[in-house]
């Protein structure tokens, strides 16, 4: 299925539902791919039987793909740097990595979070920790729910890097006939709404769970993707980049999706089970309760109001009933719609 012609040599750093269907896509797409991961049962599996099962179960994954626990030999020649981390543990992981990381090697950032503690978006974390040059980073980000992806349904994405070259080169990496990455360099915007958006899905599944019906939830996301304009705006960020594929088609897929994880987990927070009771049940942390508490505090630094990721944060941190949410919400002073 190879379109490039031109074969890579890309480490993907990470093995988790995006990583790996990420990594089939850069198969696809003529690449030769390693991927890392923590542990030796899922880097076993990946390299000796070409499955995922805990994540992507029922996917044969191509054998130009293969796995190992060690980074070093992940990296080792690699031409493409696929980040697929959760994004919390990025700083700790690149400070493990920086020796190994190859110098002349594009970064591809997969991941959609906004550091605690610093603010950070995911790029920059990149740069100041493994010391790469801005225009060697790039950020893919759309609406790509990774159980679509791995059954080939047609898809879009950016590309979003300072460099255009960088950009065309990552884009033409993971180009397939069933994935179309368009290219951007408005790397803020992209990020910033890829982050958001989590934050906005818990939400909406919220609403869901109270049982609320699709008005709600499509106010919920039209007001959402308001609030991630306005941050984004003042953060630099081009308006137009959020009606884009990173912005509102992000948004729509995360938000309305039952293979979306985030919304999925705001619905069993609307129907009371506690943050603990879900991670208990699932086994894993939505990416959006993590990010709600670091955005809303990036939000409070350069003074914008973001009443939706406030609640969201008020339910995941402080254990606020996700039924008084709405009350919160719908008893804001009244303004106009685009302010």
Known sequence: MSTTGTSRRVAVL???????????????????????????????????????????????????????????????????????????????????????LPGDALHVSL?????????????????????????????????????????????????????????????????TPYFRPYTETDVVGCELGGATKNVVALAVGMAEGLGMGDNSKASIITRGLAETTRLGVRLGAKPLTFSGLAGVGDLIATCMSPLSRNHSFGVKLGQGMTVDEVVAETRQVAEGVKSAESILALAGSVGVDMPIVEQVAAVVHDGRDPSEVVTQLMSRARKEERR
């Open 14 to 100: 990470g093995t988790g539902s995006w990583g790996t269907a990420f990594s089939m896509i850069l198969a696809d797409a003529g690449n030769d791919v390693t991927m890392w991961g923590r542990r030796a049962e899922v880097t076993d599996e990946i390299r000796r039987q070409h499955t995922n099962g805990q994540y992507l179960p029922g996917l044969t994954l191509s054998r130009r793909i293969t796995a190992t626990q060690d980074v070093a030999e992940a990296l080792d020649g690699a031409q493409v740097v696929v980040l697929a981390v959760p994004s919390q543990s990025l700083r700790a992981n690149l400070e493990r990595w920086r020796p190994h």
């Open 111 to 175: 991941m959609k979070g906004i550091e605690l503690g610093t603010g950070r978006r995911m790029s920059e974390v990149i740069c100041e920790v493994g010391d790469v040059d801005p225009e060697r980073v790039s950020v893919v980000t759309g609406p790509n729910l990774a159980r679509e992806i791995v059954r080939r349904d047609p898809a879009a994405s950016v590309v979003a890097s300072a460099s255009k070259d960088t950009a065309e080169a990552v884009a033409h990496a993971c180009a």
